[in-house]
């Protein structure tokens, strides 16, 4: 399951904010949405979600930052359900984590779709500097 792409969308009052077809395609109608990392959200489908707690089953507790990033990433999770008009309600918290106001950017990326605050995505997400970054990256062995 991959996503891509970059969508703009606005949250209301009561914290409701539509998913694109696009990506309720592969999402199905429930799935999980957690802190992400930069600041954003991580919404993850149930398969894709399963294989990151199995991954988190196999890490030793007596790691403590593994215990901690643990915690930030479970404790924040809820089950998202998709409403009659394509919606979700996200969370208080999760909203308030990520600074969601009122206009909002889901962004597709691989296995996971990224909510973000929409000044947030822009301020984080400047391109200048992309030479040196696929520099890093391939030595990394991630070339394009």
């Given at each position: ?13 009561k ?60 404790a ?12 979700i ?20 990326v ?19 500097d ?12 991630l070339?394009?």
């Amino acid at each position: 399951m991959m996503f891509m792409g970059e969508y703009s969308h606005s949250i209301d009052t009561k914290g409701r904010l539509i998913i694109p077809s696009r990506f309720r395609e592969s999402l199905g109608d429930a799935f999980v949405v957690t802190k992400g990392l930069d600041g954003c959200l991580f919404v993850y489908p149930n398969e894709e979600w399963a294989k990151i707690e199995e991954t988190f089953r196999n890490v030793p507790l007596t790691t403590k930052d593994a215990r901690k990033f643990s915690r930030f990433f479970f404790a924040g999770a809820a089950i998202c359900e998709v409403d009659k008009q394509g919606r979700i309600l996200l969370p208080q918290i999760l909203r308030e984590f990520a600074d969601l106001q009122k206009e909002v950017v889901l962004v597709g990326v691989l296995g996971r779709i990224e909510i973000w605050n929409r000044q947030r995505w822009q301020d984080a997400n400047t391109y200048d500097d992309m030479d040196e970054i696929a520099e890093r990256m391939a030595e990394l062995g991630l070339g394009i």
